[in-house]
């Protein structure tokens, strides 16, 4: 039987047309006339039928990230690759996913700045996604690398203020600071820093995100910008649940 009529036949069983109990088994014409009938009486029919089903996969994308984020807990959490903001020992973690050509992203770095200044109780885990560009992949190595030298925090903030994220671009950023170039570039080619580039590769799928900026906020994902007032709410949620 077509997806048409299968869904006909939930629309129909579910604003009130019992009698259908064993839709499988009627002749798919008198189904199709009994839909078309419906509608006609009832066009709002279609309406409600279409928002029935994006509840339903609304609930379900929830389920699966719900459960992607158990699943992958300890990886989101506690990742000794990953940079950390804020309070090492925050009431509650905060993981963004982030590029540094992302327009998104550059509006969501001081959303996240303002957070960070607010509530010294949040734990910051950054997680570079680099997937616009070959400028963010340079940018994203460059700013893990740069752990090494010190002042993480100033020099991802500096990367995201750049109007585009190239190497000449970051390598003129990272002058600017002081760092060692020349370390910079060694350090680049560490093998911790492809592991954490393919760890967000992989944490962003299992979670179902396809764009940055995507947040984390203790159990709740959150694909696309989020403004600050917006986040603060779901900290403030994710605090009232029991720790897990």
């Known amino acids: 039987m077509s997806r048409f009529i299968r869904t006909m036949c939930l629309c129909l069983t579910t604003l009130g047309f019992?009698?259908?109990?064993?839709?499988?088994?009627?002749?798919?014409?008198?189904i199709k006339e009994l839909a078309l009938e419906a509608i006609l009486e009832n066009p709002g029919i279609v309406m409600q039928a279409v928002e029935i089903l994006k509840q339903r996969e609304a609930a379900q994308k929830e389920k699966t990230a719900d459960q992607a984020i158990q699943s992958n807990w300890d990886g989101l959490q506690n990742d000794p690759n990953a940079p950390v903001l804020g309070n090492p020992n925050g009431d509650i973690t905060v993981v963004e996913f982030f590029d540094y050509n992302c327009g998104y992203c550059k509006r969501a770095a001081p959303i996240i700045s303002k957070l960070l200044e607010a509530d010294?109780?949040?734990?910051?885990?950054?997680?570079?996604?680099?997937?616009?560009?070959?400028?963010?992949?340079?940018?994203?190595?460059?700013?893990?690398a740069a752990q090494k030298q010190g002042r993480y925090k100033e020099f991802h903030f500096k990367l995201m203020s750049l109007n585009r994220a190239t190497e000449e671009s970051v390598l003129k950023a990272a002058q600017e600071f002081g760092y060692d170039i020349e370390k910079l570039q060694a350090d680049m080619a560490d093998p911790?820093?492809?592991?954490?580039?393919?760890?967000?590769?992989?944490?962003?799928?299992?979670?179902?995100f396809t764009g940055t900026p995507s947040f984390v906020v203790g159990t709740q994902a959150i694909p696309g910008l989020v403004s600050y007032e917006d986040l603060t709410q779901v900290i403030a949620d994710e605090r009232k649940k029991s720790p897990k």
Not at 21 to 30: H, I, N
């Open 192 to 208: 911790k820093i492809d592991q954490h580039i393919e760890t967000s590769n992989r944490l962003s799928g299992a979670l179902g």
């Open 18 to 30: 019992a009698s259908i109990s064993a839709a499988d088994e009627l002749d798919e014409k008198v």
């Open 120 to 144: 010294s109780n949040i734990r910051l885990v950054y997680r570079e996604w680099p997937i616009l560009s070959e400028g963010s992949r340079f940018a994203a190595r460059a700013s893990l």
